[in-house]
């Protein structure tokens, strides 16, 4: 295990040293180390670590969450409410009911194997966008017309959108049955999430009040709730959003009186460094590469034509908001990137025995390799571009 962690650890560093002469994302060169090393290939790194990939991977999702709800400023939604409630769900449900039709008419899938790949490919990858959008605030790109904090919002409810569809999929897979029970699980789970957080946001406040906390001690507090909120989602079966409870208390505590907010921002920014690692490098070691290859181009043209039918319903869900041309182009780039929920439930199909399992997951995997660096790249390299910072927005 630990010659494993010392090639992770090695080739990552060397990879980010090249993808920042290439000036190209970090999270490309961690994929790509990932999948040379991986089993798939030549089987450097060992099954014991590659076993524990989804802990791991549940970890930095923790890591990102806590991140988000630090920078998030939740006065500032007031103004692009409607906006991110749309982005929550509109482009998933676009891209959802392309993947159906064409995954039904042209790859002759069910209706059911094409809506459970349509749920996977759907979900939009956190671990790309929000520390990407993170960085924008910090830097005071589009934030006077309230890009990131758009983004941020709208990225981290579609995470429970989808997957709430993808566990109602699932379930009628498994039972042959329609439960509707299954149709509130959605706000259900919204309401408990926010719930848990302000239950908890209230013992943290207590507990402060009599015993203060350093910032290392805040640190490690928030890590240990965050990933008690992730385990509580996983043990309800999506009914208590684990993600959207970890976000909201990290938003609520930086607001209480004494809470060291920037020595808290600065260690989790540089915890996520070495997360980050982990979480791509795995994401490429699980990946199946002969299957990928055996697939040929068309898989290609089917995440392209999925992605046209997400980007309408960007464009849709902006309609009527106060971004220029060049902050929706930005958006609709931005809202591409897959990779976290894709690796994380790709499989399940496959290993429930659903037909056309194998298929899905191969979609999956191609969806990471594409549109994860991708749309990393896009933000990147056009937000200095397409988005203006304060000073700039002064000076015009």
Same mark, same amino acid.
């Given at each position: 295990?630990?010659?494993d962690?010392l090639?992770?650890?090695?080739?990552?560093?060397l990879?980010?040293?090249?993808?920042n002469?290439?000036?190209?994302?970090?999270?490309?060169?961690?994929?790509?180390?990932?999948?040379?090393?991986?089993p798939?290939?030549?089987?450097?790194?060992?099954?014991?670590?590659?076993?524990?990939?989804?802990?791991?991977?549940?970890?930095?999702?923790?890591i990102i969450?806590?991140r988000?709800?630090?920078?998030?400023?939740?006065?500032?939604?007031?103004?692009?409410?409607?906006?991110?409630i749309r982005?929550?769900f509109?482009?998933?449900?676009?891209?959802?009911?392309g993947?159906?039709?064409?995954?039904?008419?042209?790859?002759?899938?069910?209706?059911?194997?094409?809506?459970?790949?349509?749920?996977?490919?759907?979900?939009v990858?956190?671990?790309?966008?929000?520390?990407?959008?993170?960085?924008?605030?910090?830097?005071?790109?589009?934030?006077?017309?309230k890009?990131?904090?758009?983004?941020?919002a709208?990225?981290?409810?579609d995470?429970?959108?989808?997957?709430?569809?993808?566990?109602? #999929?699932?379930l009628f897979?498994?039972?042959?049955?329609?439960?509707?029970?299954?149709?509130?699980?959605?706000?259900?789970?919204i309401?408990?999430?926010?719930?848990?957080?302000?239950?908890l946001?209230i013992?943290?406040?207590s507990?402060?009040?009599?015993?203060?906390?350093?910032?290392?001690e805040?640190?490690?507090?928030?890590?240990?709730?965050?990933?008690s909120?992730?385990?509580?989602?996983?043990r309800?079966?999506?009914?208590?959003?684990?993600?959207? #409870?970890v976000?909201?208390? #990290?938003n609520r505590?930086?607001?209480?009186?004494?809470?060291?907010?920037?020595?808290?921002?600065?260690?989790?920014?540089?915890?996520w460094l070495?997360a980050?690692?982990f979480?791509?490098?795995?994401?490429?070691a699980?990946?199946?590469l002969?299957?990928?290859?055996?697939l040929?181009?068309?898989?290609?043209?089917?995440?392209?034509?999925t992605?046209?039918?997400?980007?309408?319903?960007?464009?849709?869900s902006?309609?009527?908001?106060?971004?220029?041309?060049?902050?929706?182009v930005?958006?609709l780039?931005?809202?591409?990137p897959?990779?976290?929920v894709?690796?994380?439930?790709?499989?399940?199909?496959?290993?429930?025995?659903?037909?056309?399992?194998?298929?899905?997951?191969?979609?999956?995997?191609?969806?990471?390799l594409?549109?994860?660096?991708?749309g990393a790249?896009?933000?990147?390299?056009?937000k200095?571009?397409?988005?203006?910072?304060?000073?700039k927005?002064?000076?015009?």
């Amino acid at each position: 295990m630990i010659e494993d962690v010392l090639l992770l650890l090695g080739s990552c560093l060397l990879m980010r040293y090249l993808c920042n002469r290439l000036r190209l994302p970090h999270l490309v060169g961690y994929l790509l180390m990932g999948m040379l090393m991986g089993p798939f290939a030549t089987g450097v790194i060992s099954d014991l670590l590659i076993s524990q990939a989804t802990d791991i991977k549940r970890m930095a999702l923790a890591i990102i969450l806590i991140r988000a709800g630090l920078t998030l400023d939740i006065k500032d939604l007031k103004t692009v409410g409607p906006v991110a409630i749309r982005m929550s769900f509109l482009p998933a449900t676009f891209e959802i009911v392309g993947a159906s039709l064409i995954g039904h008419y042209l790859i002759q899938l069910s209706w059911l194997e094409t809506f459970v790949l349509g749920v996977i490919i759907a979900a939009v990858s956190p671990a790309v966008v929000v520390p990407r959008m993170i960085r924008l605030l910090e830097q005071g790109l589009g934030v006077s017309a309230k890009v990131p904090q758009i983004i941020l919002a709208g990225s981290s409810l579609d995470d429970i959108y989808t997957l709430v569809l993808f566990s109602m #999929a699932l379930l009628f897979y498994q039972q042959g049955e329609f439960s509707y029970l299954l149709l509130f699980s959605l706000p259900v789970s919204i309401c408990l999430g926010i719930l848990l957080a302000l239950l908890l946001n209230i013992l943290i406040h207590s507990w402060v009040n009599h015993h203060p906390l350093k910032s290392f001690e805040w640190v490690m507090l928030i890590f240990l709730l965050s990933l008690s909120c992730l385990l509580i989602e996983s043990r309800s079966q999506q009914w208590v959003s684990g993600l959207l #409870a970890v976000i909201f208390l #990290a938003n609520r505590l930086k607001d209480q009186n004494d809470f060291p907010l920037d020595s808290v921002k600065k260690i989790f920014n540089n915890i996520w460094l070495v997360a980050e690692m982990f979480l791509f490098f795995l994401v490429g070691a699980i990946l199946p590469l002969q299957e990928v290859t055996r697939l040929g181009v068309w898989p290609i043209v089917f995440v392209l034509a999925t992605s046209v039918w997400r980007m309408a319903g960007v464009y849709l869900s902006l309609a009527g908001s106060q971004l220029s041309a060049k902050e929706k182009v930005f958006v609709l780039g931005a809202y591409l990137p897959k990779a976290t929920v894709q690796a994380a439930i790709g499989s399940i199909p496959l290993t429930l025995g659903m037909p056309a399992g194998n298929l899905i997951f191969s979609l999956a995997v191609i969806e990471i390799l594409l549109t994860a660096p991708l749309g990393a790249w896009w933000i990147d390299v056009m937000k200095d571009r397409l988005l203006t910072s304060p000073s700039k927005a002064t000076h015009v």
